[in-house]
Each structure stands twice: as C-alpha cells, then as structure tokens.
Nanobody
Framework: QVQLVESGGGSVQSGGSLRLSCAASLYSFGTFRMAWFRQVPGKKREGVAVINKEGTTRYSDSVKGRFTISLDNAKNTLYLQMNSLKPEDTAMYYC???????????????????WGQGTQVTVSS
C-alpha cells in the first residue's frame, strides 16, 4: 500500500519561503516519479515539479528558478523548497506518485495514481 503524507504548509508573506515535505513509502518499487501539484478552488490542478528515481527534475514555467524539488532516499521523503513566494502561489499543494515502467519526467496529472491529502499554502501581499 502506497501512502503519501504531506506537511509544511502555512501562511507566509510575499517574498518568503516554505518547505513542503511528503513522507512516502514506495522506494522499494522499480520505477517511479514523484511530483507536486497545486490547485486553487474552481481551477484545474496544475503540475508544479516532478522528480524521477534517477533524480531528473522538471518544473512548470511559473515556478522555475524559485522552487526546488528533491528526494531524500534515506528518509523516504519528498521535498519542495519554495522561495520568493508570490500571492499567486497560494493553493492547496498535493504530493503525487507514479509507479510503473515508463521512465521520464512527465507532469501529466493522469499518470499519477497515488495522492496525498494536500497541504494549504497561503501567500499574502
């Protein structure tokens, strides 16, 4: 059973930083990628960043240069370091996992079969 548990959300002022964590239990699987998505009420869920088992990363244009995704294999934890936060980064952030046979760093929402419960990030101006 794959379980994903996010933490680290909160409220911060514009220009500030937050680090999200996602405790995962899937490192024994052959091929996987993990990602962060975010969603604002009434809008489509957006892929923010993804990292695969080999450490290759990909970011959405809206966060490139400000956010960093990383994996700590020893702690079985996925992170999202968010710097220079903007009010438009306000959203519910979800950790997601793909387990399968396809390599790469796709951020297609439909690829990811496992999701956390979400953690709220609020950035005030």
């Amino acid at each position: 059973q794959v379980q994903l548990v996010e933490s680290g959300g909160g409220s911060v002022q514009s220009g500030g930083s937050l680090r999200l964590s996602c405790a995962a239990s899937l490192y024994s699987f052959g091929t996987f990628r993990m990602a962060w998505f975010r969603q604002v009420p009434g809008k489509k869920r957006e892929g923010v960043a993804v990292i695969n088992k080999e450490g290759t990363t990909r970011y959405s244009d809206s966060v490139k240069g400000r956010f960093t995704i990383s994996l700590d294999n020893a702690k079985n934890t996925l992170y999202l370091q968010m710097n220079s936060l903007k009010p438009e980064d306000t959203a519910m952030y979800y950790c997601a996992a793909y387990i399968g046979v396809t390599a790469g760093v796709s951020l297609l929402e439909g690829d990811f079969g496992y999701w956390g419960q979400g953690t709220q990030v609020t950035v005030s101006s």
